[in-house]
């Protein structure tokens, strides 16, 4: 089983392929499916601002591309370890496919634990495809 650490050092490793030109703020995700297995992904900007991908669409767009969806866990990581959260953007897609009791957890930094949200907390009374019936 993975363990929170293992997540949070997932999203660690993979900023080192984040393309950043722009910001120069690296973000990492790993998004853990229930069956254990782990999907990384990391933000890749575009001189076109919209046109940039962000770390947590990266890592589920992988995990929806290999046919997964139910996921338990995702861990953020940003360069600066400032306990980034996902942005709304990230939070409606990643409610597209995952519960409001998916654990969110935001890295903190080095001897710190890592600060843990549910995904409803973060983004209540989300858009559901039931809204748009």
Known sequence: MTTDSDLIDAAREIQSRAHVPYSEYPVGAALETADGEVF??????????SNSLHAE????????K????????????????????????????LAEFCDDDLVVLCDEGEGESP???TLGALLPDTITEEMLE
């Open 57 to 64: 669409e990266v890592a589920i767009s992988e995990a929806v």
């Open 40 to 49: 990384v992904g990391c933000n890749l900007e575009n001189a076109n601002y």
């Open 115 to 117: 600060t843990e949200y």
């Open 66 to 93: 290999e046919g997964h969806r139910d996921f338990s866990r995702l861990a953020v990581s940003s360069g600066r370890r400032d306990g980034v959260t996902p942005c709304g953007m990230c939070r409606q897609t």
